[in-house]
């Protein structure tokens, strides 16, 4: 008997550490299960065989870094119904996007013998800056549990849940002591997009803001009790500049700093 | 004349992608070149002026799939700058969650990346179609090590628990246990897997390395020791820019790392196997003499059965290390910034990965040098492919290409995590 058709789903890398897309291969119970309910068409990580498309479900992982990538994020834009972001390269840029705040030509030069070699675009930006994305999973790397979530909700036709609120709630869900408050120990926690589980502070660690900014989040406020706490300007420049550097409302604050 | 050109665009199941050319002429194999399309990302450059204690995190995201060898190698590197060591229960923490990578990364090459170029299968989801119980043991062994990794590290990637001096947070010895009783049974799938990669058919091919890698006092290495060759070399880390050199060179598309006045060396577990098997606890050993690996391995095909073996190892010293755990006072060391550069070496599953910082007085980075292990072993690699590929030019060009493919996956090149490698032009040649 004829199967019904299983939706497609492919899986792209753009400029990345392949942590994002190792989460799925992570997913090590559901993966056998998800495998069942959808064929895999595009994953070069995890097999040889490649199917055409169009696809169903594309996860984008990485930035756009080079002219070509632009172009590529383009085509498979089209070849795909949904696309969902996963992480925050793709998402916001990621940690490469460093360069926006700098002069590429001059990395270059720190990295490589020969700069003339190397052709590069003088940003990395996130695949929400070139096509129309459907969904944006927040993280560095993102968390398995709500990529199943994603993977799920999209096979019922579903919205995904993930809840929008900050880090700070996330802590009080699990019955963390607060690092700031406890410890005097800054932290992004209050601005930051939960779906970590609050991980750091579980670990008496401040939260350093890899699941990127919030919605609307009061980061001047934040800003000035962490200088309270005794981080200067330049600390403050550089705890919004990691992993969601380029992030609207992290980059303004950095901006801010950068004096 | 003949001339016989097979090229390989996208390069599946190596992390990262890239490509691979093969030029023929008149049956002999000219040159071979795996070009890799990872676009820069320029970690060496905005680590300047960074704080060092910045290092573990930003380095971890050079390579998902070894984030606790940049964040060893960053911290090692950092310690050896500020002229602290760290010893006791945190050096034991370390070693821990070093295994977990290990075994996970490891896992996920023999079963997932690997073991189908063997059996026939174009990856391990076709595998499980007719394997589903080993892989599913693949999938329960690989996620042993990440559950050592995120107890110890907060979570499976990018752990966040790694800071230079120690832990923010040491395990207590009961959060230990309920590990200690999955390590049990992933140290048993561990030695199933030795059995059953030690099963495969394997050509017949060997080449003549020089092995590179860390030799512990004594122990099996993770991130402390000696850079040792099978060609006597012997230094310390902070030796390693007057014996090795990375040239960026124009037909490639990568930087490619030398021995000085010698050429290419090859790292990673043949080359630990190689230098360090006597360190091996007893029971990967006797798994290593069952398997009929010798004293030394050269046959880059067989590097599965190493894996598995240094998957056995590290189960077993995971093992070990919760066994004799005792909890630190401290979860961490006191550390002051001073100006002094640091180096170290760590073994990362795929090879050595150095690290070198140039610290001011304030902590700040004012220059940092990374050698990832890919580009380290990709002249290896080349030299496989040439050496190798000549003897199957009669072979119809899918399965000489499936075969080139392999050659390169026995390496497990992490394509990522070779920070420096970039596309370029590909001279097509005659
Ligand atoms: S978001 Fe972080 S974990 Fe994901 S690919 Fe980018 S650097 Fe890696
Ligand atoms: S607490 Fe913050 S930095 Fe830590 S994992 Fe969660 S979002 Fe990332």
Known sequence: ?259 | MTVKTIKVDQLARVEGEGALKVIARDGVVQSAELNIFEPPRFFEAFLRDRMYTEAPDITARICGICPVAYQMSAVHAMENALGVAVDGPLRELRRLIYCGEWIESHTLHIYMLHAPDFLGYEGAIEMARDHADIVRRGLDLKRAGNSIIALLGGREIHPINVRVGGFYRAPRRRELQPLAEELKRARDWALATVRWTAGFDFPDMERDYEFVALRGDGEYPFSQGRIASSRGLDISAAEYDEHFEETHVEHSTALHAHIKTRGPYLTGPLARYALNAASLSPLAREAAREAGLGSACANPFRSIIVRAVEVLYACDEALRIIADYEEPERSAVDLDARAATGYAATEAPRGMLYHRYQLTADGKIADARIVPPTSQNQPSIEEDLKTFATAWLDLPDDALRHRCEQTIRNHDPCISCATHFLRLEIDRGG
């Open chain 1, 1 to 259: 008997m004829e199967r019904a058709r299983r939706p497609k789903l492919a899986v792209w890398k753009f400029a990345s550490c392949d942590g994002c897309q190792l989460s799925l291969l992570d997913c090590e119970d559901e993966l056998l299960e998800v495998a069942g309910e959808i064929e895999i068409a595009h994953f070069l990580e995890a097999t040889r065989a490649t199917i055409q498309g169009p696809y169903d479900l594309s996860l984008v992982e990485g930035s756009v870094t080079t002219a070509h990538d632009a172009a590529r994020i383009q085509e498979i834009r089209k070849q795909s119904r949904f696309l969902v972001t996963i992480g925050a390269c793709a998402t916001a840029g990621g940690i490469q996007a460093l360069r926006n705040f700098a002069d590429v030509r001059e990395y270059t030069a720190i990295v490589y013998a020969r700069p003339d070699y190397i052709q590069t675009l003088a940003t990395s930006t996130a695949i929400g800056d070139h096509v129309k994305v459907d969904f944006e999973l927040r993280g560095c790397p993102i968390s398995t549990r709500q990529l199943i979530e994603v993977i799920s909700a999209f096979l019922a036709g579903r919205k995904p849940q993930t809840p929008p609120h900050s880090v700070c709630v996330e802590c009080k869900i699990a019955g963390n002591l607060c690092v700031m408050v406890g410890h005097g120990t800054p932290c992004l926690g209050p601005v930051t997009h939960a779906g970590c589980g609050a991980v750091c502070p579980a670990y008496n660690r401040g939260c350093y803001g890899c699941y990127g900014p919030m919605e609307t989040p009061n980061t001047p406020s934040l800003s000035a009790g962490l200088s309270k706490l005794g981080m200067d300007d330049d600390a403050l420049k550089r705890i919004y500049r990691t992993f969601n550097a380029n992030a609207d409302a992290f980059r303004k604050e950095s901006e801010r700093h950068d004096r």
